[in-house]
């Protein structure tokens, strides 16, 4: 049995604002942290371009879900989507993408390329559900 | 004053400001995110706006000011400022913000300046009207949302908007 399965859920939350860093830590309550871009997450994940040391890797797996932000300076949603789809140790964290703007053709590159869910920004209180839904769906299955 | 008339007070400003359309539907949504573990929730994020718009406001002037106009810079600066605007439900900003956008496409430095005063003038609204809701900087006078709370009441929300 997974032993991260049994602890509280930890999501880590990446976006470029600050007021919607803030709501989404309020939403998600006691169980989120925040990176600002993609390089910061890629970091805080171990998976940074200086091949972080291992005290990064418990850090990494407590985290149950990233939620990050598709539109972001130097490196979008997708690209940090897909740098954690090709990671052995986070390839099977959830992913959940997050924008203001309703594009199918960007939703579509996304769930195909992994993502759990896409959300349209501004998030809402029923959002919060939804994402608390996945969590457990994911700790169930990581125990099982 | 009763907390009963303190609740309707504040139920009718902010219902004045949702017609009015300086607010919407996303100002709810932060008030139920509001609770007893974090009973400045609200005040707090419209603190964070207001702090965060001025230096986007002040990045804008300073960018529009330049002889090469920057007008990606200036697209990511108004994108931001839209973000946020809609993350706390300012509408009337939002909505400035996205006409902004579309100027700054057709790179009319011109019509940014133009829109850039407008987009302020429609910050200085919100903020005004929001203090009042929520915190007064006068410090004798005390907000609707102040007066409430010190009554003992709860703050009331619009069923229409929740």
């Known amino acids: 049995m997974d032993v991260a399965a049994m602890d509280e859920p930890h999501v880590l939350a990446v976006d470029d604002n600050l007021i919607d860093r803030k709501i989404v830590e309020k939403l998600l309550k006691n169980s989120s942290c925040k990176a600002e871009n993609g390089q910061r997450a890629l970091e805080y994940l171990g998976l940074g371009d200086d091949k972080q040391n291992s005290s990064n890797d418990n850090q990494a797996r407590k985290v149950n879900m990233i939620i990050t932000d598709y539109c972001m300076p130097g490196m979008t949603g997708y690209e940090l989507l897909k740098k954690i789809k090709e990671s052995s140790v986070m390839k099977d964290v959830p992913v959940v993408i997050m924008s203001s703007e309703n594009v199918p053709t960007r939703i579509n590159k996304c769930l195909e390329e992994g993502a759990e869910m896409f959300m349209l920004k501004p998030l809402k209180y029923s959002d919060v559900k939804k994402l608390r839904c996945e969590l457990l769906c994911n700790a169930v299955v990581k125990a099982s | ?162």
């Open chain 2, 1 to 162: 004053m009763e907390v009963d008339q303190l609740q309707r007070n504040f139920l009718e400003y902010t219902n004045l400001l949702f017609r009015e359309g300086f607010l919407d539907g996303q100002f709810s949504q932060l008030q139920l995110l509001q609770d007893e573990s974090n009973p400045d929730f609200v005040f707090e994020v419209v603190s964070l706006f207001f702090e965060d718009s001025e230096r986007l406001l002040n990045d804008l002037t300073i960018a529009l000011d330049q002889q090469n106009v920057d007008f990606k810079k200036i697209d990511a600066h108004v994108h931001q400022l839209k973000g946020s605007s809609s993350s706390i439900g300012a509408q009337r900003v939002k909505n400035t913000c996205i006409a902004f956008r579309d100027v700054c496409l057709e790179q009319n430095a011109e019509g940014c300046l133009r829109c850039l005063q407008q987009v302020k003038q429609e910050y200085l609204l919100v903020k005004t009207k929001l203090e009042a809701l929520l915190r007064v900087r006068v410090p004798h006078l005390f907000s609707l949302e102040q007066q409430i709370v010190a009554a003992g009441g709860a703050i009331p929300m619009l069923n229409d908007f929740c």
